[in-house]
């Protein structure tokens, strides 16, 4: 693995249970996840194997009958001014601490862009709250102003007072190091116009009235874009799309995906998208992470895990996704059943549909190793 400086999420040995009538699911039993800054992870496996408990368990959002019970989540920032890697570790922090992470350097868009955090706020106002609520306004009130005036300067007819408006704005710049504190009422201006700019950000038709929507008056791509825009208002070190575009139909679910390839680039954002759909990956994601039953079973370079699968679960996975140019559909089914997380098999949990399972897979879970150079696999017999 890379220095440890470049990766900016870390998750080691994540458990997290739920406690139910019919017994404890053992979500989770040893994620392990590493995200180097700026690049888009995929994080794929069937269904309930414990993509969105990992995500909520990163951002602290499991809800009670679930509980996070032992794993280390390191978050690595790095400082604007001294340019030092600080790492946290988000599991140890208390709540105010979370609150500054949630949503302002950890974001999340969920699946539903139905499920808007507020249906009777408008679009503009819930944007403009995120930002109020995790920005120091200092710096958009004095964008916004420069902006102003450059747009002023920009009018055809050029404006009459030129020299007094280039002045002035020259003033304005020489303030960035250090601008005075505004007002609350600059402050809610300044975070609707940084609204508008979100949603340009991320190519919303008419964002000037868009803002003044309700959600329910958008399309579902519509909506999913403005939702990104809330998620990045704060521009976030990390973004995670827990099936965000598995709701729309596949035309505007490659718009939204080329969206975020153009993001990331834009604005540095690293990312982790969870999904179903391998295609996803191949097309948006340089790394991935194969998940089954609570467990990373392999983890490397995308372009790796399609060329060279070394578990036998991913290599299942791969097997049967359709070539290039044929219909894409969602993971292949692998012989055998998802097993039940109240009685999880022992040993490796893949053991009892696994072709290569032997006794020591029976008893003993493996280990997420390095087997190839920067090619992790958690299995006794890897396919080498
Ligand atoms: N509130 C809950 N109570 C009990 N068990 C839960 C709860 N939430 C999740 N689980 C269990 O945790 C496991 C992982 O669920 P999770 O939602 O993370 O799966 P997933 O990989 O995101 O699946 P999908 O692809 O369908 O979204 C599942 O076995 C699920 O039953
Ligand atoms: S550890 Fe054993 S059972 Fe598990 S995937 Fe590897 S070979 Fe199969
Ligand atoms: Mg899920």
């Not at 969920?110 to 109020?132: K, M």
């Not at 340009?200 to 403005?226: F, T």
Request: hydrophobic content about 40%; proline content about 7%; overall charge negative.
């Amino acid at each position: 693995m890379a220095d440890t400086k470049d990766l900016v999420l870390e998750v080691h040995g994540l458990k997290t249970n739920f406690y139910t009538y019919e017994g404890v699911v053992k979500a989770l039993d040893g994620v392990e996840l590493f995200l180097r800054r700026g690049d888009t992870m995929g994080l794929v496996g069937e269904t309930g194997c414990g993509k969105s408990v990992t995500a909520r368990s990163i951002l602290r959002l499991v809800e009670p009958p679930g509980r996070v019970e032992e794993g280390e989540i390191l978050f690595r920032e790095i400082d604007p001014k001294t340019g030092e890697v600080n790492a946290v570790d988000i599991l140890q922090l208390d709540e105010d601490e979370m609150l500054h992470i949630r949503g302002g350097k950890i974001a999340i868009v969920f699946q539903d862009p139905s499920t808007f955090p507020n249906p009777v706020f408008r679009i503009g106002d819930q944007i403009a709250e995120v930002i109020l609520l995790h920005q120091d306004m200092k710096h958009d009130v004095l964008e916004m102003k420069i902006n102003k005036l450059e747009r002023i300067l920009n009018m055809n007819p050029p404006p009459v007072n030129v020299s007094e408006i280039v002045a002035h704005l020259e003033q304005l710049r020489s303030m960035r190091g250090n601008p005075p504190e505004p007002d609350e009422k600059a402050k809610k201006k300044a975070a609707k116009w940084r609204a508008i700019e979100m949603l340009k950000l991320v190519r919303m038709p008419s964002p000037e009235s868009v803002v003044n929507q309700y959600p329910h008056e958008l399309s579902g791509g519509m909506r999913q874009r403005a939702l990104i825009a809330m998620a990045l208002a704060c521009n976030p070190s990390i973004l995670i799309c827990d099936e965000a575009t598995t709701a729309l139909d596949v035309t505007v679910q490659a718009q939204v995906l080329n969206l975020l390839n153009q993001l990331k680039k834009e604005i540095g954002t690293s990312i982790i998208i969870i999904t179903h759909d391998m295609g996803v990956v191949a097309e948006t994601c340089n790394w991935v992470a194969v998940m089954y039953a609570g467990t990373t079973v392999e983890t490397c370079a995308t372009d790796e895990l399609f060329a060279n699968p070394l578990h036998p679960y991913t290599e299942g996975l791969l097997h049967a996704v359709p070539k290039l140019h044929e219909e894409r559909e969602r993971l292949p089914q692998i012989p055998g059943s998802v097993p039940n997380l109240i009685h999880p098999p022992s040993g490796c949990r893949f053991h009892p549909r696994c072709d290569f399972a032997t006794e020591i897979c029976k008893t003993e879970k493996p280990k997420l190793e390095e087997v190839q150079p920067d090619h992790w696999v958690a299995c006794h017999h890897p396919r080498i």
